[in-house]
């Protein structure tokens, strides 16, 4: 259902929005279709912030837990990478657990 670049329709977020409704979430409000759609553009945006550090030959490597893991040694590479890549900042040694279970999806 996705097509092209992960972009759902509407009718697909009012089903995500009525399923979310079946699974109360302790924390927060009831999820309409448009927090739904706002959410998958973040995690989107956060797959491709990540996936720049993992795809990158000659920079860092990244890890669920530790993001980039820079260490003193790779502080130099670091900078530079983040110089021209500044969304990766957050990243230095935070990871993102969801990168891999999205790796066949987006």
Not at 55 to 67: K, M, N, R, T, V
Not at 92 to 99: E, I
């Amino acid at each position: 259902k996705g097509g092209d670049g992960m972009n759902f329709t509407k009718s697909f977020w009012v089903s995500a929005a009525a399923e979310m409704a079946t699974h109360p979430c302790p924390k927060g409000t009831s999820k309409t279709p448009e927090a739904c759609q706002s959410k998958w553009t973040w995690i989107k945006k956060m797959y491709q912030v990540v996936n720049k550090i993992a795809s990158h030959a000659s920079g860092p490597s990244f890890h669920s837990e530790l993001g980039a893991n820079i260490t003193t040694e790779s502080e130099t590479m670091w900078v530079d990478f983040v110089k021209h890549n500044p969304s990766v900042k957050p990243l230095r040694n935070k990871g993102w657990a969801h990168y891999e279970a999205l790796q066949g999806i987006i």
